[in-house]
């Protein structure tokens, strides 16, 4: 069974940070690139970070660029969001998503709410 549980949301002031976690089974971690959406209450889901499946590339939207740093463990199957300096506007819930085409897998996400 495919299982992607995010963790690590929460309500943080503008400036601070939050670190999400996403923890995967069910499938072979190591072989599918893995991202992070966010959406936002009245707006569609974007993508936030990108990470290849060995971890040695990564991209970033616009809007998180040098804020927000994606990263990977192979052997723990988890995927990591490190969010600094976040602002209001950061205020979604935030999906993780594998990804091996044809197929991909969805978490259940997880709120992060930036306000002061």
């Known amino acids: 069974q495919v299982q992607l549980v995010e963790s690590g949301g929460g309500l943080v002031q503008p400036g601070g940070s939050l670190r999400l976690s996403c923890a995967c089974s069910?499938?072979?971690?190591?072989?599918?690139?893995m991202m992070w959406y966010r959406q936002a209450p009245g707006k569609e889901r974007e993508l936030v970070a990108y990470?290849?499946?060995?971890?040695?590339?990564?991209n970033y939207a616009d809007s998180v660029k040098g804020r927000f740093t994606i990263s990977r463990d192979n052997v723990k199957n988890t995927v990591y969001l490190q969010m600094d300096s976040l602002k209001p506007e950061d205020t979604a819930v935030y999906y993780c998503?594998?990804?091996?085409?044809?197929?991909?897998?969805w978490g259940q996400g997880t709120q992060v709410t930036v306000s002061s």
């Open positions: 998503n594998a990804r091996r085409t044809p197929q991909q897998y």
């Open positions: 069910g499938f072979t971690f190591s072989t599918y690139v």
């Open positions: 990470i290849s499946s060995n971890g040695r590339g990564t």
